[in-house]
């Protein structure tokens, strides 16, 4: 097990985590932070939302994988993405877990 490779996954992975949260409690919040009523712009502005939480997660999760496979280091490439969902995986039980304690 390369543990620098471990913790670069853990490292970006806790990171886009963190942006999950943020993102999160913006739409949990929503309404106090921009008011009741919805426009022509809330449908435009949460698909954007969603675009770039895709583009964000997705490098911080693959960004190191495909880094790796354009360098050559294949087989550290498959191990850097088993690593990152790996991890989403471990931060995923946390959450369910959080919520049948909470």
Same mark, same amino acid.
Not at 7 to 30: C, E, H, I, W
Not at 38 to 56: G, H, I, Q, R
Not at 58 to 76: A, M, T, W
């Given at each position: 097990?390369? $543990?620098?490779?471990? @913790?670069?996954? #853990?490292?970006?992975?806790?990171?886009?985590?963190? *942006?999950?949260?943020?993102?999160?409690?913006?739409?949990?919040?929503?309404? $106090?932070?921009?008011?009741? $009523?919805?426009?022509?712009?809330?449908?435009?502005?949460?698909?954007? @939302? #969603?675009?770039?939480?895709?583009?964000?997660?997705?490098?911080?999760? #693959?960004?190191?994988?495909?880094?790796?496979? @354009?360098? $050559?280091?294949?087989?550290?490439? %498959?191990?850097?993405?088993? *690593?990152? %969902?790996?991890?989403?995986? %471990? *931060?995923?039980?946390?959450?369910?877990?959080? @919520?049948?304690?909470?």
């Amino acid at each position: 097990m390369n $543990k620098e490779l471990l @913790l670069k996954t #853990f490292r970006n992975t806790s990171g886009a985590a963190v *942006y999950m949260f943020l993102v999160s409690q913006v739409m949990q919040n929503g309404s $106090k932070l921009f008011g009741e $009523k919805d426009s022509m712009f809330t449908p435009l502005v949460v698909l954007l @939302l #969603f675009s770039l939480s895709a583009a964000v997660v997705g490098g911080l999760v #693959f960004g190191q994988s495909i880094i790796l496979f @354009l360098n $050559k280091k294949n087989s550290e490439g %498959i191990k850097a993405a088993i *690593y990152s %969902i790996g991890w989403l995986g %471990i *931060y995923t039980v946390l959450g369910l877990l959080l @919520l049948l304690i909470v």
